[in-house]
C-alpha cells in the first residue's frame, strides 16, 4: 500500500558515475517533486512535475535531468557525480499545485558519492 | 518547552509536557504554510497548515498559529509523547509557487 515509493533506498557510488533514482506513486496525482535534503537536514526542492509536464525547475546544474514517462513515475537521472551530490533524495507527489493540496513524500534514497 | 525554531534547532520536553516549536517565515506575501514531522529514516509527513487568512487552527494534539504581522509561525504540541520525537519542518508558499521549507527544529521527548 505504499503511497509514493522510491528506489534504490541506499546508493553508494563513485565520483564521476552517472546514476539513477526511480519514484512512483500511486496515488493518482497530478504533480510530482524532487527534493534534496543536504546534512544539516535542510530540504529544497529541485524539480516539479505537473501531468508529465516541467513547472519548476530550480537553479539545480544540468548534470541532474528529470525524466517523467507517465503521471505515476518521476526518475532522476544525474550526470558524472560528484562529492557534493552526497545527500538524501526524497520525492514526493501531490494531488495539484493549488493551495491546500498535501505532497505526500517517499522514504527517501540516501545517496553517497565517494 | 519553547524552541526558535532557525535559532535553536534542538527541543528537549519531558513526556506529557506541552512543546512550542516555532519558525520565522520570509516572504511576507506567502498565504499558505504547512508544518511537516520528519522520523529519522523516513520522509517528510504532513502535520498541519494554515492559510492566511486565519491565525489560528487546530488539528488532534496540535495548533498552529500564525501571526503575520511578524512572519512567525509556530506549532503546539500538547501533551508530547514519545512518539513525537522527530525533526519538525514550517514551510511556506505563495500562490502556486514552490513551498520553502524552513531548517527544522530537532524534538526529543524525555521519558
Known amino acids: 500500500d505504499t503511497a509514493v515509493s522510491q528506489t534504490p533506498k541506499y546508493l553508494v557510488t563513485q565520483m564521476g558515475n552517472d546514476k539513477s533514482i526511480k519514484c512512483e506513486q500511486n496515488?493518482?496525482?497530478?504533480?510530482m517533486y524532487w527534493y534534496k535534503q543536504d546534512s544539516k537536514k535542510f530540504l529544497k526542492i529541485m524539480f516539479s512535475?505537473?501531468?508529465?509536464?516541467?513547472?519548476i525547475n530550480e537553479t539545480v546544474p544540468n548534470r541532474f535531468s528529470p525524466k517523467s514517462p507517465d503521471k505515476a513515475h518521476l526518475n532522476l537521472h544525474i550526470n558524472s557525480l560528484e562529492l557534493g551530490d552526497s545527500a538524501v533524495y526524497f520525492c514526493?507527489?501531490?494531488?495539484?499545485?493549488?493551495?491546500?493540496?498535501?505532497?505526500?513524500f517517499g522514504p527517501g534514497t540516501r545517496l553517497t558519492v565517494t | 518547552g519553547e524552541s526558535v525554531g532557525l535559532h535553536l534547532p534542538t527541543l528537549s520536553v519531558q513526556e506529557g509536557d506541552n512543546s512550542i516549536i516555532n519558525c520565522a517565515y520570509s516572504?511576507?506575501?506567502?498565504?499558505?504554510f504547512i508544518w511537516y514531522k520528519q522520523e529519522s529514516g523516513k520522509g517528510p509527513q504532513f502535520i498541519i497548515d494554515i492559510r492566511s487568512n486565519m491565525d489560528k487552527r487546530q488539528g488532534q494534539r496540535v495548533t498552529v498559529l500564525l501571526n503575520k504581522t511578524v512572519k512567525h509561525l509556530s506549532l503546539q504540541i500538547a501533551a508530547t509523547q514519545p512518539g513525537d520525537s522527530a525533526v519538525y519542518f514550517c514551510a511556506e508558499r505563495f500562490g502556486n509557487e514552490k513551498l520553502t521549507f524552513g531548517t527544522g527544529t530537532r524534538l526529543t521527548i524525555i521519558p
Open positions: 516572504n511576507s506575501a506567502s498565504d499558505y
Open positions: 496515488l493518482g496525482h497530478d504533480t
Open positions: 514526493a507527489s501531490s494531488r495539484g499545485r493549488d493551495l491546500g493540496y498535501e505532497q505526500y
Open positions: 512535475y505537473n501531468n508529465k509536464e516541467l513547472i
